[in-house]
């Protein structure tokens, strides 16, 4: 017998007592999925959430992106920095003109390039403000996974209109793109540990530092 | 290969060099430092989670669905699998099935031998630690490299994990500084000159180390926290980014995981995601949560495999009673909140598991013929602690005094007990009234005999190990059967 | 409350046996109270020293024993959240485990009318002020099965709260557990010293007279420890504090 005809043979063996061939009616699951909490005021929230992971927010107008994006770069210390497809051709000239060395991802950049590159910029999928989450599903504007994970700092511009109240609200809008088989990522602050005597320390392996751009 | 040849990866200690668990706390309990680091540690957590549970409004309400979505996994565990198995396979996933731990390590070296790789980087998996991949890559000439902080110092530290989230909780900053200078040089980047006990410094350093490792690292070995069953798509929760690293970017993933790590659907999630890091790390989320399903070309492995393990857990399901024990989610809240793990730390459970989910899931996945693994369902108060706190509701108290009764039937069915005999007596003593009423003759014997003088240390056997700390009031001269005799009966009946 | 509801006093065997000031005690509290308390002779223990050891076997007697001496009583009253814990968490699924359906749900009916002393006083009675009179200063360890099992919540603190005299003072990390486990105390002694040591240390900060509970196996396991360090410090069951008034002063 396969392995994979014993482990299923085993495991209908142990559950011989199970009568009820529906999952659903077997055992009912008491919940209401894909609700939104009462939060009044969800983008302060997602504020003040992922300011809590010690990551730095600021809040601009539409036309504000590119300057919020230069400003950006400019006090986490970058001179380089990865800029996906997708992105809008202004926030690219904001940075061009502010002297910032630009990466694209075509061809691929080897990981020892991306290694080396200060920063990326990219876009999200959706924000989630009880829990200060960040999910990419890594369509335009947010490149592949490689792009948001070597370069040390990362800058993520978020429309207020992505951002929802809660993670059952999150998981709803995400649930297309994972159903079409995108990778999707969260972000909840920048990596950090707790390995050493449970004391926390900002950034290990992914980028040491995340800044958020929210978009009203 | 050969026994003589030079290792690759530091020397573990093995587990079964401990000894069962009454036994094996003895030393435990005199580690000064280490009964200060656990008090701390798990303090600590214990407050933060308490915070972040009751943040949450609708928390017992999260907790039920999570028990039930579980159960509806495990009761229809075949349906499910093979549904996985189906959606994984035609996102481009090749799917391996194994009976056990030897057959799911033989799976992983063969794929490491096809692809040519002599190193693989993993992510920091309990159930790769269950089948001890890590030791049978090396027999196969493979190195196998821990990449989560805690882990690392494990490794380089030829140590033992003791607790299932932070698995370095026993060892503080000086002795981590010692085994990274002493042992990193030998297995890749040294740590810089000079460096200090600080954290963030000692982060710095495994960052370095282990960037190497990322950068020219072929394969990659995961586990898995869920399976979604309908899509195919894998979640590994995590908190530094080594995970991402591994995941993202080698050509090559292999991720081992047991079959109970299912979820029906994609909605599924939602209520685990906002369970899992509030009760593991105390945290709204944990920094990096990562979902794949398949292969994306362009980006990310191109060749990935999934494991699926059984190593005992068909085994666990079999029993109606104890097979709750499958909702685990690997939280460590129950460690936590332990009493007795707080006192002992995660070495004396002698597995990767310690703590009350130790107690209930070891000796269900290794069965009862080793004395350790009968010892582990008496490891604990029945206290309830961890009942309250575990987030798929395991009823642990329930499953450790079935467990219990299930070592009793295991040994009184080799020949009868001296426990047995005392047990068997005190049945007959609490079957009726009027046998209790006699055997209390004896206690207002010793009532008589010692007055009101407490008892003291004594050597009697048995007795010894409760009057070695402790005195004892002298029985009454009159029990209360007798004072109601005297002073109510005739008034009621 | 029912007028003058007639209460089966389950004394436990371990106070009947070790301890009698404390049924002694409940008794008359309850009948300070207005109920007529009877002591169905019959009655032994809750089996759960057999039970917790993995013993199914050897506690259904005590299950069969509990079921016939409390059967026709409409309040059951014990002067304990651990055995209350026993008999309503585990009796059933023992008479279940032996294949016995009819002592399964005799077990059940009787299991759901028996009442953790001061379940009943909070509950049933519907008194908080029990008119007692304790001018000492008191600490409370809630027992993890009268917390977490029995579940009675704040009703001790409650009934303690209301005593004349009292001056009740919080005890650090009150809700762990002391250590005792039944059997634990012997199969794991090292542990279990380890964690009462550390109870009574909490005890001992708070410079109480004494240290009440619900639970009288985890007042011989704290207390013992207290003894042994002459620490001074007494143990009281609630129920001798809660009989004691300006005439009547319990003696631990």
Redesign the interface.
């Known amino acids: 017998m396969?392995?994979?005809e014993?482990?299923?043979s085993?495991?209908?063996?142990?559950?011989t007592?199970?009568k009820t061939v529906d999952?659903?009616l077997?055992?009912?699951?008491?919940?209401t999925?894909?609700r939104a909490l009462a939060t009044t005021d969800v983008l302060g929230d997602f504020v003040e959430?992922v300011e809590?992971?010690k990551a730095r927010v600021v809040r601009v107008a539409s036309d504000g992106v590119g300057d919020a994006i230069v400003d950006a770069l400019r006090e986490l210390g970058a001179t380089s920095t990865v800029l996906p497809d997708g992105i809008p051709d202004g926030w690219a000239e904001s940075l061009s003109a502010a002297g910032v060395e630009i990466h694209r991802d075509e061809p691929?950049l080897t990981?020892?390039q991306l290694?080396v590159i200060d920063a990326v910029v990219t876009t999200a999928a959706v924000g989630?403000a009880?829990?200060?989450?960040i999910a990419l599903d890594?369509g335009p504007g947010q490149g592949?996974?490689?792009l948001s994970?070597l370069p040390d700092r990362h800058v993520c511009v978020v429309r207020s209109d992505q951002v929802v109240s809660?993670?059952?609200e999150?998981?709803?809008r995400?649930?297309p793109a994972?159903?079409a088989?995108?990778?999707?990522?969260?972000?909840?602050?920048?990596?950090?540990?707790?390995?050493?005597?449970?004391?926390r320390?900002e950034?290990?392996?992914?980028?040491r530092h995340l800044w958020v751009i929210l978009v009203d | 290969m050969t026994t003589t040849q030079e290792r690759l990866t530091p020397q573990p200690p093995s587990w079964l060099g401990i000894p069962p668990?009454?036994e094996a706390?003895?030393e435990e309990?005199a580690k000064a430092e280490q009964r200060k680091?656990l008090r701390?540690?798990t303090g600590?957590?214990r407050t933060k989670r308490l915070l972040r549970a009751a943040e949450v409004d609708n928390w017992e309400?999260?907790r039920?669905?999570a028990a039930?979505?579980k159960?509806?996994?495990?009761?229809?565990?075949?349906?499910?699998?093979?549904q996985a198995?189906k959606a994984m396979t035609e996102?481009g996933v090749t799917v391996?099935?194994?009976?056990d731990g030897a057959?799911a390590n033989r799976i992983v070296a063969e794929i490491a031998k096809a692809k040519g790789v002599d190193e693989v980087v993993k992510i920091k998996s309990m159930v790769t630690q269950e089948i001890d991949l890590n030791e049978a890559l090396e027999q196969e000439g493979i190195a196998a490299w821990e990449?989560?902080?805690?882990e690392l110092?494990v490794q380089l530290g030829h140590d033992l994990p003791s607790h299932i989230l932070?698995p370095?909780?026993h060892?503080?900053?000086s002795e981590?500084r010692e085994i990274f200078t002493t042992e990193m040089g030998t297995y890749g980047t040294p740590a810089p000159e000079g460096i200090s006990d600080d954290?963030?410094e000692?982060?710095n350093a495994?960052?370095a180390h282990?960037?190497e490792k990322?950068?020219r690292s072929k394969m990659a070995v995961s586990g898995g926290n869920f399976i979604?069953a309908e899509?195919g798509?894998l979640v590994i929760v995590e908190?530094?980014?080594?995970g991402?690293?591994c995941?993202?970017?080698p050509e090559t993933l292999v991720s081992v995981v047991g079959?109970e790590k299912i979820l029906?659907t994609?909605?599924d999630?939602?209520?685990f995601?906002?369970l899992l890091?509030r009760s593991s790390?105390a945290?709204?989320?944990?920094?990096?949560?990562?979902?794949?399903?398949?292969v994306?070309p362009?980006?990310?492995p191109q060749d990935l495999h999934v494991v699926?393990l059984?190593n005992g857990r068909?085994?666990v399901?079999?029993d109606?009673v104890g097979?709750a024990a499958l909702r685990c989610i690997r939280c460590s809240a129950c460690l936590n909140v332990c009493?007795?793990y707080e006192?002992?730390g995660g070495h004396a459970y002698g597995s990767m598991y310690p703590g009350p989910i130790g107690a209930i899931l070891g000796p269900q996945l290794r069965g009862l013929e080793e004395e350790r693994d009968r010892a582990l369902?008496?490891?604990?108060?029945?206290?309830?602690?961890c009942?309250?706190v575990c987030p798929v509701r395991i009823p642990f108290?329930?499953i450790l005094?079935h467990?219990?009764?299930?070592?009793?039937?295991y040994k009184t069915s080799k020949h009868p007990t001296i426990?047995?005999g005392l047990?068997?007596g005190?049945?007959?003593?609490?079957?009726?009234?009027?046998?209790?009423s006699s055997a209390?003759t004896a206690?207002r014997t010793a009532g008589r005999i010692f007055k009101d003088k407490?008892l003291?240390p004594m050597p009697i056997p048995?007795a010894e190990?409760?009057l070695?700390?402790?005195?004892?009031?002298p029985?009454?001269t009159?029990?209360?059967?007798q004072?109601?005799k005297k002073n109510?009966e005739g008034e009621?009946? | 409350m029912p007028t003058a509801p007639h209460v089966a006093l389950f004394?436990t065997?371990i106070?009947?046996?070790?301890?009698?000031s404390i049924?002694?005690a409940t008794?008359q509290l309850l009948e300070r109270l207005g109920c007529?308390?009877?002591?169905?002779?019959?009655?032994?223990?809750c089996?759960q020293?057999?039970?917790?050891?993995?013993?199914?076997?050897?506690?259904?007697?005590?299950v069969r024993?509990y079921v016939k001496?409390f059967g026709e009583y409409d309040y059951i009253v014990a002067p304990s959240g651990s055995c209350v814990g026993s008999v309503r968490e585990?009796h059933a699924?023992l008479a279940e485990k032996s294949g016995d359906k009819a002592l399964q749900a005799d077990a059940t009916a009787v299991a759901g009318r028996t009442y953790e002393l001061t379940e009943f006083l909070v509950d049933v009675l519907g008194v908080t002020d029990v008119g007692a009179y304790f001018p000492h200063r008191v600490t409370y360890h809630p027992t993890?099965?009268s917390?977490?099992?029995t579940k009675v919540g704040d009703r001790p603190l409650q009934l303690l709260r209301a005593v004349r005299g009292i001056d009740l003072v919080e005890l650090p990390m009150a809700?762990?557990?002391c250590?005792?486990?039944?059997?634990?105390?012997?199969?794991?002694?090292?542990?279990?010293?380890?964690?009462?040591?550390?109870k009574a240390r909490h005890v001992r900060s708070t410079d109480a007279e004494y240290l009440v509970a619900g639970d009288h196996a985890c007042l011989?396991?704290i207390?013992?420890?207290l003894?042994?360090q002459r620490s001074g410090i007494r143990t009281i069951h609630i129920a001798e504090i809660l009989a004691s008034t300006e005439k009547e002063v319990a003696v631990a």
């Open positions: 396969s392995a994979r014993e482990v299923l085993r495991i209908r063996k142990a559950t007592d199970v999952p659903a077997d055992v009912p699951v008491h919940w999925y894909g959430k809590d992971y691929q990981h020892a290694n989630m009880d829990s200060g989450t890594h592949r996974r490689a994970l809660d993670v059952p999150g998981i709803a995400l649930a994972l159903r088989r995108h990778p999707v990522t969260w972000l909840s602050g920048g990596s950090a540990t707790s390995d050493i005597e449970l004391s320390v950034g290990v392996h992914g980028p | 668990f009454p706390v003895k309990l680091n701390h540690a600590t957590i309400e999260l039920t669905a039930e979505i159960d509806r996994v495990g009761r229809h565990l075949d349906t499910y699998l093979v198995e996102a391996h099935w194994a009976r057959e990449t989560d902080l805690a110092i932070v370095a909780i060892r503080n900053r981590v954290p963030g000692l982060t495994a960052r282990l960037r990322f950068l979604v899509t798509t908190s530094e980014g080594n991402r690293m995941l993202t970017l079959i029906p994609i909605e999630l939602e209520v995601l906002k890091p790390t945290e709204r989320m944990n920094p990096y949560t990562s979902l794949w399903t398949g994306t362009g980006d990310g699926l059984d068909s085994n399901l079999a109606p097979r009493p007795v006192r002992v369902p008496f490891a604990s108060t029945l206290c309830g602690a009942n309250e108290t329930d005094v467990l219990r009764n299930k070592v009793v039937d426990e047995q047990m068997k005190a049945a007959w003593v609490m079957k009726d009234g009027t046998h209790l209390q206690t407490w003291g048995l190990r409760w070695q700390a402790r005195d004892v009031e029985p009454p009159e029990t209360f059967r004072w109601w109510r009621n009946r | 004394a065997c106070t009947d046996t070790m301890k009698p049924p002694i008794v007529k308390v009877s002591y169905p002779a019959s009655q032994t223990c089996g020293i057999m039970t917790n050891t993995g013993y199914f076997k050897e506690a259904l007697p005590t024993n001496s585990q699924m993890c099965h917390m977490r099992i809700e762990q557990c250590g005792f486990g039944g059997t634990f105390s012997m199969k794991n002694p090292d542990v279990s010293i380890a964690m009462a040591s550390d011989m396991n207390g013992g420890v003894h042994r």
